[in-house]
DNA sequence: ACTATTTCGTCAACCACGTTGACTACCTTA
DNA sequence: TAAGGTAGTCAACGTGGTTGACGAAATAGT
């Protein structure tokens, strides 16, 4: 019992999601840097999917990746200088102020679809669809993503 | 096509495993700090099984880790100031501190492996251990865990 | 035995990403 | 029109990383 714990102890449950996470991420990165996107950093292809192809607010953006409006502002602030994100101002409503992608961030964005699709197709080929379908189907089901919101609309994949 | 592909896009791989793995250390980390252990932020479980009952030096944990000894001895830094690890000049070595384990950092690491054991058992409960060691082994076989390794001797798992 | 090289820890500067609190400007509602 | 809520921003801070430089100590090569 000792020996079958020590085989698969829960410390590893954490790190393997972490390693694959990772593992995307990376193959991800290199991907986009080698297309034209180096200044694309790990997060940013979250951030412009959580922004979309119709734009939307920092306050609302931070409520998408479930992370402050302060945090999401300075994120967009990057995201402006390197050229990914417009912010202007919002005709209807002097206080707010639109946050939409650039060309260069739509294409930094589709992408970022496309490696990751071909990412995944990858696992595909490794582990069988239905492995890769059940791994997603089981983590839909155990992770609570209370702390993102991506289901957000204007996401241009379909 | 478009639909099918909008149905399960290669965006959600990586979020869903970044949920996982959030999911776990959120929850490990609120039973940490009801346990008596609110010092321990979310990374500090896997420093701690990193250092290992036998101890470590810092340039070596930052390679298990897969960080700079640099950061890797900031890490340290702030586990000694709140009594998780001691540093000690090694005797044999006047250039190496080693590093270890107080009781109380001990406690920590018990306690964590003890609720990842757990929360593991609950994922077991909602999907069947069959899934959970299928999850496990098809993450093992997919992801490249370069930037850290955890199999040090020393863990007092077995 | 002495020099040359490597290794260990640390310091300093910096960056990315997040937090909370305070504040202004602006809508909205009573 | 006065009161209250909301959007964005500033400032200060914390955490987890990076690179480069450097001194002190060990080790290797004459």
Redesign the pocket.
Known sequence: MASADSARPGFQLPLLLLAGFRTLIDDLHAELARQGHPEL????GFVLQAVGVDGT????L?QR???????A????D?LVAVGYLD?VD?P????????TMTPHGVDGLRRSAEIFDRLRERWVEALGPERVDALEDDLRAVAAPNWFRLDVPGWFGG
Chains 1, 2 share one sequence.
């Open positions: 950093r790990p997060l940013h607010t920092a306050t609302e931070g990746l479930g992370i402050s409006k302060q945090a502002g300075k994120t967009v990057r912010r919002d209807r409503d002097a206080r707010r102020k639109l946050i």
